[in-house]
C-alpha cells in the first residue's frame, strides 16, 4: 500500500520569506511520481511541481523547489520569496504503478503568508 | 473550453435525494477523473474514465455511486438515496491521457451537502 504522510497541519510565514513543508512517503515501486499541489479558496487544485523518482536533480519551478531525498522517501516543498497568493492548503501526492489516474495524497498542510 | 468546469459548485440536498453532479473536461483530454474530499478521510479517488470507458471503479464507496461518461466528453457522477457521509467536495479532474507522469488539472469542485 502507498502512503503519503504531511507532519505539518499548519504553518505560517511572512511575506518575503522562505518557508520549507514537509512530506514522507512509502512505495514498493521503483518508479513513481511525486507532486505538489495547491488548493487556494477557489478550491481548484493547481500543480505546483513534479519530480520524476528516477531523476536524481530535484525539480525547480520559479520559487518553488523540492528537496528529494530518495533513500529517506522524503519530499520536501520550499517556497522562496513567499507572496500572499501562497496563501492555501498544499498537498503532496504520489503515483505508481505505471499508470497517473489513482493519486495517493497526504492530509495536508495549510500555509498563510502574513503581510 | 479553458479549464475543467464543474457544476453545481455547491449542492444541498435532503438525505435520501438523488444527486447529479457534472464534469466537464478541458477540451481533447481523454481522461477523466473524479476524487472526494472530505475533512474525515482526505483525498480519496473514486473513478476514471478513458474514453468513455471507465476500467477502474475500484474507488466508488458504495453501489449508491455510479458514473457515465458520454461522447468521451462531459461526466455525471450520481449518488443515490443520499446519506450524511456522502457531504464532501467532489473534485473532477482531466488529462490530456492516462500516462505515469502526466498531470491532472482540476476544476473548482461540488461541495455536496446532506441535510
Known amino acids: 500500500a502507498q502512503t503519503v504522510t504531511q507532519s505539518q497541519p499548519e504553518m505560517s510565514v511572512q511575506e518575503a520569506e522562505t518557508v520549507t513543508l514537509s512530506c514522507t512517503y512509502d512505495?514498493?515501486?521503483?518508479?513513481?511520481?511525486l507532486f505538489w499541489y495547491k488548493q487556494p479558496p477557489s478550491r481548484q487544485m493547481i500543480l505546483v511541481i513534479r519530480?520524476?523518482?528516477?531523476?536524481?536533480q530535484n525539480a525547480t519551478e520559479n520559487r518553488f523547489s523540492v528537496n528529494f531525498q530518495k533513500a529517506a522517501k522524503s519530499f520536501s516543498l520550499k517556497i522562496s520569496d513567499s507572496q500572499l497568493g501562497d496563501t492555501a492548503m498544499y498537498f503532496c501526492?504520489?503515483?505508481?504503478?505505471?499508470?497517473?489516474?489513482?493519486?495517493?495524497f497526504g492530509k495536508g498542510t495549510l500555509l498563510t503568508v502574513n503581510p | 473550453g479553458a479549464g475543467v468546469s464543474q457544476s453545481p459548485s455547491n449542492k444541498v440536498t435532503e438525505k435520501g435525494k438523488d444527486v447529479e453532479l457534472r464534469c466537464d473536461p478541458i477540451?481533447?483530454?481523454?481522461?477523466l477523473y473524479w476524487y472526494r474530499q472530505s475533512l474525515g478521510q482526505g483525498l480519496e479517488f473514486l473513478i476514471y474514465?478513458?474514453?468513455?470507458?471507465?476500467?477502474?471503479k475500484s474507488g466508488l464507496p458504495s453501489d449508491r455511486f455510479s458514473a457515465e461518461r458520454t461522447g468521451g466528453s462531459v461526466s455525471t457522477l450520481t449518488i443515490q438515496r443520499t446519506q450524511q457521509e456522502d457531504s464532501a467536495v467532489y473534485l473532477c479532474?482531466?488529462?490530456?491521457?492516462?500516462?505515469?507522469?502526466?498531470?491532472?488539472?482540476f476544476g473548482n469542485g461540488t461541495r455536496l451537502t446532506v441535510t
Open positions: 479532474a482531466s488529462s490530456l491521457w492516462v500516462q505515469p507522469g502526466s498531470p491532472l488539472h
Open positions: 512505495t514498493s515501486e521503483s518508479n513513481y511520481y
Open positions: 519530480q520524476e523518482a528516477y531523476k536524481q
Open positions: 501526492a504520489l503515483e505508481s504503478g505505471g499508470s497517473n489516474y489513482k493519486l495517493t
Open positions: 477540451s481533447g483530454h481523454t481522461a
Open positions: 474514465f478513458q474514453g468513455n470507458s471507465a476500467p477502474d
